[in-house]
């Protein structure tokens, strides 16, 4: 059996990421971790007419260069799984349009990139596909006016609301003989403690990134000890201390292993970032740009990546509803030669 | 490798429907099929205070049901994979909220129901999960003021418009003894043949429909004749005949085998049906409850089942965009006692 306790693949056949991207937006060029993409675009709509053509191009730009940084050729790949936050994840269909590669559209909301790798990993490892990608985007401007008000409203926000991440992320996942290896994934449940403001997606998110992160340490047998970072995907500068608060009650101690992707994104002083970075290319973003590189350098050797996703809807949050969250584990550890 | 052609999984260790459910509305009820319908509710509030919440109970219901039928209990399923149309597969999600099993959130529109069924047999075919859930649902009230307007509107459509079914399908899947066997899936790629109108599903859906049946044939040496029935999903009567004839002009002669779950759900008289039924639980409600019927009645040995996705959204629409569309393909067989 390949599925260690109760929801965690293990991989025995060392699926690893043979090319990775990470493309991002103007804010994103302004902070901390500008060196660490392949592609800033100064130009928020990226040369094209419309937001959601802005992310799309986000997108296909990104799936297209980790496909070339693997040496491959987009016939060569198996499969695309894609998802994105805009309805219909209109994003993702859109960029396989223009493919041809099969696809498999998977919605998270920003647990995306790990619920993609993850199965990508799976795919590879178990015969089913000789190559994978998975990819995800967000933009600011195509999720403020879905789940908010259009920008140019100049609407106030709270500290602690997040900035959705303009940018993409892909990950191609193969066997070879070196990079990053992807050792387990531990698919998250749906967990909802009972918040109700769109405001406090940080807080709300929070359980769920702890209750996957203690299933993962359950399932497998390993603990904080055996990774030099435990990452979260959006939770930022409100959810993460929460998030460290749950797993230490469960006697589980993170201590300064534990960080957060949408806090390491934007420097605090910037403006209008809030309490951090969200959105599927948050994490997707940070982990296929600033951790592949720490990776490859040997900086870093085993990294638990946990990308947490608020799964509210502007029509559920109107109805009065709570917001149902949940968060995806992929363990990725520097790769040596196979034995 | 499990793996057969370009985009065919091949399943070599029987994974098999060891339980399944159907659930419909009003409508369904009084369509040829209603005897195949588990559970059939009058009230399409069914109990709740609005629609979104009715969807959600329906989709719950049809889970637990085919678990329940499975011989199962909740805390033995590894996985649920579901998805629906609607924003944010918002109806999928919360009902996974009530679960508590390890949640695969996918989109492909009404393709949703047989791209969980793939993945479903997928992972237990390679041994990453035992049991797994397949479930999808769609409401004619929800879809309609998220798509077009409000029903309470009365807008007019035209005749090429399809009608959403109410209703909702799981299947799940594991090793067993008997029961339906999963032989094959192949994953479609996203085809756009241009057409814009989003009261044309059906012509737009037909190209991907093809593309993926003869992507089937080319894959797995299969021909027609392998099979008792091929049917699309939603497709209905103004795009399953476009389907076939795209089908011969490929030398591939589907003759009296070929129909479409669009076609079979309403009878063409009764009222505001259209070209027929759509949504992910028409395809999912005749093929978890008509189709399993008649695999186990031994009327059916071999059955192709092809869900069509039309991959568009309101915005998508408004921007002036065509229409991407997809289609995935379950092989089901009869299933004897495993060798």
Redesign the interface.
């Known amino acids: ?3 260690v306790g ?2 965690t ?1 293990s991989f025995k056949n060392s699926p690893r990421i043979l090319g990775s991207s990470a493309v991002g937006g103007p804010k994103e060029g302004e902070g901390p971790l500008r060196d660490d993409f392949d592609v800033l675009h100064d130009d928020p709509y990226v040369g094209q007419k ?1 937001w ?1 053509k802005a992310e799309e191009q986000l997108l296909k730009e990104s799936i297209q260069m980790a496909v070339k940084k693997a040496g491959l050729q987009s016939d060569q790949i ?2 695309v799984i894609a ?1 994105d ?6 994003i993702s ?2 960029s ?2 223009s ?11 920003c647990s995306t990139s790990m ?1 993609g790798l993850a ?1 990508a990993a ?2 590879v490892d ?5 190559y994978a990608v998975a990819a995800t985007s967000s933009h600011n401007a195509t999720a403020e006016r879905q789940f908010r008000y259009p920008t140019e409203y100049g609407g106030q926000k709270p500290p602690t609301a997040h900035c959705t991440v303009t940018g993409a992320g892909a990950a191609l996942v193969g066997k070879g003989t070196e990079g990053p290896m992807i050792t387990f994934a531990t ?6 403690m009972g918040i109700k403001s769109p405001w406090e997606m940080g807080s709300a998110m929070a359980p769920a990134a702890a209750d996957t992160i203690l299933a993962h340490f359950r399932d497998t047998g390993r603990t904080p000890d055996d990774y030099d970072l435990i990452i979260t995907g959006d939770l930022a500068r409100v959810g993460n201390p929460i998030a460290r608060d749950l797993l230490e009650k469960e006697g589980c101690s993170v201590s300064e292993k534990f960080t957060d992707c949408g806090i390491l994104i934007y420097n605090p002083d910037q403006p209008d970032v809030f309490s951090g970075g969200s959105g599927c290319a948050c994490c997707a973003a940070v982990t296929y740009g600033h951790l592949m590189k720490r990776i490859r350098k040997g900086d870093l050797k085993r990294v638990l990546v946990v990308a947490t996703g608020a ?6 949050v109107q ?1 009065g ?1 709570t917001i ?1 969250c ?1 968060a995806h584990a992929v363990s990725i550890e520097a790769g040596g030669e196979t034995s």
């Open positions: 059996m390949a599925k109760k929801q693949w419309n959601e198996d499969m998802g936050l805009i309805n219909q994840i209109s269909n859109f396989a349009r493919l041809g590669i099969p696809f498999y559209g998977i919605f998270g909301a619920q199965l799976q795919l178990s015969g089913y596909a000789y698919i998250g449940k749906v967990i909802d799964l509210l809807s502007p029509l559920t109805q509803e149902p949940i």
